[in-house]
């Protein structure tokens, strides 16, 4: 069964740093890898989207990669802003049926 | 314009009262989801459905139950809510199945 872990599960930097998220999955064979951002009391945003066939994805100050083989998954961002606070989910779609989503990395950046 | 739509927002109701909550998807997608975020914030699929059909169920009481009357809506219906029922639920869609997944805002369920 697939499981997603994300590390760390809070962190906090100051405005203009680059930064990691991290997640992993147990299973290798995944549809795709989604990264959303959730602030609180909201929905979730979609970030990016890693189909299985993909390496990596970009948009703006953000990138993602994706290593099926060794089950991890990364979340770049760069010159973090205090707007960038929130939490950040992983999620994994198994079989292009549901997303198995990790529990998350919340962001503080301060000015 | 609202791409993923949800009734109520908030849902505040007592043990064993039967609720339902609305989904509506104006993107033009074939598959829907009901996703619930429990109290320690982690989401988990509950169903979901690809051109009014079930295609998942996860392991999930059958006093919940969905409905997609047609595929831009699909609702959840819950009967003789219990207190573990409180929580936030999500309804998402997706273009077809493995695509990106869009979600609407969700719907917090307190149960007293």
């Known amino acids: 069964k697939q499981e997603v872990t994300q590390i760390p599960a809070a962190l906090s930097v100051p405005e203009g740093e680059n930064l990691v998220l991290n997640c992993s999955f147990t299973?290798?064979?995944?549809?795709?890898l989604q990264w959303f951002r959730q602030d609180p009391g909201k929905g979730l945003t979609s970030l990016l989207l890693?189909?299985?066939?993909?390496r990596e994805q970009t948009s703006g100050r953000l990138n993602a990669s994706l290593d099926k083989s060794s089950g991890r998954s990364t979340l770049y961002i760069a010159a973090s802003q205090p707007g960038d606070s929130a939490t950040y989910l992983c999620a994994a779609d198994q079989a292009g049926t549901a997303l198995i989503f990790g529990k998350g990395t919340t962001l503080s950046v301060s000015s | 314009d609202t791409a993923v739509s949800q009734t109520p927002k908030y849902l505040v109701t007592q043990m064993g009262n039967d609720k339902s909550i609305k989904c509506e998807q104006n993107?033009?997608?074939?598959?829907m989801y009901w996703y619930k975020q429990d109290s320690k914030k982690f989401l988990k699929i509950m169903f979901s459905y690809n051109n009014k059909e079930l295609i998942i169920n996860e392991t999930v009481p059958n006093r919940f139950s969905p409905k997609s009357p047609d595929k831009a809506h699909l609702n959840l219906h819950i009967n003789s809510l219990e207190l573990g029922d409180s929580a936030v639920y999500f309804c998402?869609?997706?273009?077809?199945?493995?695509?990106?997944?869009?979600f609407g805002p969700g719907t917090r369920l307190t149960v007293t």
């Open positions: 998402a869609s997706s273009r077809y199945q493995g695509y990106e997944q869009y």
């Open positions: 299973d290798s064979a995944i549809y795709n």
């Open positions: 993107l033009g997608h074939d598959t």
């Open positions: 890693i189909q299985s066939s993909q």
